[in-house]
């Protein structure tokens, strides 16, 4: 089975006392996670160590990086390499968040870079991708999105591409009063698949897992998680708040 995720994006919120106080609420809950199951906590950058220890003796929980730099090393003040994450033992990093997209102009080809050097790195991209209103609004999101694989994923061997995540966010239905259906989360999960199976073969396809990053809530994780491509979530608001993490933990299959 492939693995089913259920990921946490705390974007920029809590101090460092209610992190650890979050962490440990959600913990302290001894969720027994099966083979297949994983949790990851994306948390802040000053939190990465404190988080790591945390989860240290908890069998398939790991913290992730919410992003990393394109360059191994150099004159870029206020940027941190892959190579930094590795060393205090992060092996998971976002890639392409669409608030990266939006707000600091990321394009395919930065995040093309960004996926290779985590990947040189020992580092799984939890790789993000999704549509616009506008674009959802003109149907043509599925070339959209095609397009985001293509330009940032396709340079990967077929041995490569096995080690990433990805995460579908329907930009569209994020703050905007829209709803995405749980229909229309299986059906661009489904067409990312065949993305993947048409440039790597079935056998590829069918083992990636895919999360669903579109207002995944404690209310309609259980069924957004129980479509056939969906394999967890990549969780914003919600990750939050200990108990409907936790919820949402208990939704996976």
């Not at 985590?118 to 580092?123: G, K, P, Q, S």
């Not at 985001?148 to 096995?162: A, G, N, T, Y």
């Not at 995540?165 to 990312?192: C, D, N, R, S």
């Amino acid at each position: 089975m492939r693995k089913q995720i259920a990921a946490a994006n705390w974007k920029m919120n809590c101090t460092y006392q209610q992190a650890e106080s979050l962490l440990d609420d959600i913990l302290n809950n001894q969720i027994s996670l099966r083979k297949h199951q994983q949790v990851i906590f994306a948390v802040p950058f000053p939190y990465l160590i404190m988080a790591n220890s945390e989860v240290a003796e908890e069998e398939n929980y790991f913290v992730a990086a919410q992003n990393c730099y394109n360059k191994p090393s150099g004159a870029y003040t206020g940027e941190v390499s892959a190579e930094m994450l590795q060393t205090i033992g992060i092996h998971h990093c976002i890639i392409g968040h669409s608030e990266r997209r939006e707000h600091f102009n990321e394009s395919n080809t930065t995040l093309a870079e960004k996926v290779s050097i985590c990947l040189e790195n020992e580092i799984t991209p939890i790789f993000c991708c999704g549509e616009s209103l506008s674009v959802r609004d003109t149907g043509s999101q599925n070339d959209y999105v095609e397009n985001q694989l293509k330009e940032s994923l396709f340079h990967l061997s077929e041995v490569d591409i096995q080690r990433l995540v990805i995460a579908y966010e329907p930009i569209w239905a994020i703050g905007t009063g829209k709803t995405a259906t749980t229909a229309q989360a299986q059906e661009m999960h489904a067409y990312l698949r065949s993305v993947l199976e048409r440039k790597y073969g079935s056998l590829v396809a069918d083992n990636m897992s895919i999360l669903y990053g579109g207002s995944v809530k404690a209310g309609n994780a259980a069924e957004l998680f129980a479509c056939p491509d969906v394999d967890g979530g990549l969780v914003g608001g919600a990750s939050l708040i200990a108990a409907d993490f936790i919820s949402i933990i208990k939704s996976l299959k």
